[in-house]
């Protein structure tokens, strides 16, 4: 038996830590493999990731954000659409698929912002909604409005400018009866 004094005390700490470094050393973390995008749908994927480390990145992604432009639209008598400070907001959509977008158009006073569905393929910003039942005022009373969109705008390569094509139609929401069709032209840039 060893005799228990000063010396084999320290020796005894000291052969405890270094047993518990290697016993740690030896369960610690151990290589997990290639870190990176494992999703094949998004615009970063790499074939030869193992682990995903969450940095993968999809086309609606570079679409998300505030644009602020000018809708220039064709001459109608009962409401004023075109102006230079028309906001687009997109955002993610409310579907689960990566593509879906909410877009939200702000067009000033004479017009409530409609928020409205869409999805994006490439550089292209695609919607096709309507929204149902949006109050109006007209002269001096509040009708309701059934709206369709119909939008196909392009991002440009800088991912900054947003432009193309923007169809506003609004039918009575009580009676079907056409209210107000616009063709417009949407040009902004991301803020």
């Given at each position: 038996?060893?005799?228990f004094n000063?010396?084999t005390?320290i020796l005894w700490?000291i052969?405890?830590?270094l ?8 369960c ?5 493999g290639i870190?990176?995008?494992?999703d094949?749908?998004?615009t ?5 990731a193992e682990?995903d ?5 999809y086309n609606?992604?570079r679409?998300?954000g505030?644009y602020?432009?000018?809708?220039d639209?064709?001459e109608?008598a009962l409401?004023?659409?075109s102006?230079?400070?028309t ?11 990566r593509?879906?977008?909410t ?5 000033g006073?004479?017009?409530p912002p409609l ?13 096709d ?6 109050p109006?005022?007209?002269l001096?009373?509040i009708?309701?409005?059934?709206v ?5 705008v392009?991002?440009a390569?800088?991912?900054?400018l947003?432009?193309g094509?923007l169809?506003?139609?609004a039918i ?5 009866a056409?209210?107000?069709?616009s063709?417009c ?5 991301k803020?």
């Open positions: 038996m060893i005799p000063r010396n005390s700490v052969i405890s830590i047993a518990v470094t290697l016993i740690m050393q030896s610690g973390d151990e290589d997990d870190r990176g995008c494992t094949p749908e998004s970063n994927f790499d074939a030869l682990v480390d969450e940095s993968c990145m609606s992604d679409f998300f505030i602020l432009g000018a809708l639209c064709e109608n409401i004023e659409l102006n230079d400070s906001t687009l907001e997109i955002t993610q959509g409310v579907y689960s698929t593509d879906s977008v877009l939200t158009i702000s067009a006073p004479n017009f928020s409205v569905a869409g999805s994006i393929t490439d550089n292209t910003l695609r919607v909604d309507t929204i149902s039942g949006i109006f005022p007209v001096g009373e009708v309701f409005l059934d369709s969109t119909d939008a196909t392009q991002l390569e800088n991912n900054q947003l432009s094509p169809t506003l139609n009575l929401s009580e009676s079907g056409d209210f107000i069709t063709d032209n949407y040009s902004g840039v803020q």
